[in-house]
């Protein structure tokens, strides 16, 4: 069964204090890590998607890591308007004739304050 | 603009009502989804539809019933059976694995329903 577990469930940073977010994940065969943005009351907003360990992608302040065990989400000078619930979430190969595109496990999220 | 439309956005319901939740989308994307959301937790997945007339049971789908009679819509009822319906539900549209795409979804603003 697929897991992923976020780290820290909040995190409080002032305007500009660059920090990271952790996604640890196990997952029977990778074919896909994705970050989600989330405001309150709405629906995600998806930012990357990472595919092999190695991989980096970038937006704006945000860019996304992928190791093997682990995904990071680093944010470089944050502002106020970067608060948000951050989303992590993973999609493994599908057997032989079958399909999971779609089927995404997530994680619980982190919740990031960003103080001006 | 095209986008997802889920309705109402707000919802309270007796105990022992059946409610049905809206789902829209002008994406032209073959592949839907229902998700629930609690405090917390990840999004987990009640059901999903990959093609017109077809839908599978997600992780969470006790409870819940969906139809798929027209590509752009996919309705979730939430019965009766349902032991703690209170939740957050995000509906989410994807592209099929044919046509390029993968865990990248689009989701909507999302439907919280009150049992009272």
């Known amino acids: 069964e697929d897991q992923v577990t976020q780290s820290p469930e909040a995190l409080r940073l002032q305007e500009g204090e660059s920090s990271s977010l952790n996604c640890s994940y196990t997952?029977?065969?990778?074919?896909?890590l994705f970050w989600y943005r989330q405001d309150p009351g709405k629906g995600p907003e998806f930012l990357f998607t990472?595919?092999?360990a190695g991989e980096e992608k970038e937006k704006e302040r945000l860019k996304a890591t992928l190791t093997k065990k682990e995904s990071f989400l680093h944010i470089t000078a944050p502002k106020p308007e970067d608060s948000a619930t951050y989303l992590c979430?993973?999609?493994?190969?599908?057997?032989?004739?079958?399909?999971?595109?779609?089927?995404?496990?997530f994680g619980q999220g982190t919740i990031l304050t960003v103080h001006p | 603009d095209g986008g997802i439309t889920q309705s109402p956005k707000y919802l309270f319901r007796k105990e022992g009502q059946n409610v049905t939740l809206s789902c829209e989308q002008n994406?032209?994307?073959?592949?839907m989804y229902w998700y629930r959301q609690d405090p917390g937790q990840g999004l987990r997945l009640i059901y999903y539809?990959?093609?017109?007339?077809?839908?599978q049971k997600g992780d969470i789908a006790e409870g819940y019933s969906v139809s798929r009679e027209k590509k752009e819509s996919f309705p979730l009822t939430v019965t009766s059976a349902q032991k703690n319906p209170t939740a957050f539900y995000l509906c989410?549209?994807?592209?099929?694995?044919?046509?390029?795409?993968?865990?990248?979804?689009?989701f909507g603003e999302g439907s919280r329903l009150t049992v009272l």
């Open positions: 997952v029977s065969g990778l074919r896909g």
């Open positions: 989410a549209s994807s592209m099929s694995r044919n046509r390029g795409g993968t865990g990248e979804l689009f």
């Open positions: 539809s990959q093609i017109v007339n077809d839908f």
């Open positions: 979430a993973v999609q493994h190969t599908p057997n032989a004739g079958g399909t999971s595109y779609g089927k995404l496990t």
């Open positions: 994406l032209n994307h073959d592949a």
């Open positions: 990472l595919y092999s």
